[in-house]
């Protein structure tokens, strides 16, 4: 599971959008899709963690769990 998997199912939970979120982070539109293959810049990954109620740490460490699949 990539970064993006992580938050899009954490959104998911609280029925919200990606294009949502970016929108009330002012984060640029596609800036979380563009997690599927990069690593985002710690603001951002904080940013999105606090507004779902978690931590960087887990959204990073979730995104490892499945790695070997």
């Given at each position: 599971?990539?970064?993006?998997?992580?938050?899009?199912?954490?959104a998911g939970k609280k029925k919200l959008s990606i294009s949502k979120i970016e929108h009330?982070?002012?984060?640029?539109?596609g800036?979380?899709?563009g997690?599927?293959?990069?690593?985002?810049r710690?603001?951002?990954l904080q940013k999105v963690a606090d507004y779902l109620g978690v931590t960087p740490q887990?959204?990073?460490n979730k995104?490892?769990?499945y790695t070997h699949e």
């Open positions: 599971m990539n970064i993006y998997a992580v938050v899009k199912e954490l009330d982070l002012d984060i640029g539109n800036t979380i899709l997690w599927k293959t990069s690593i985002p710690a603001d951002n887990y959204i990073l995104s490892k769990e």
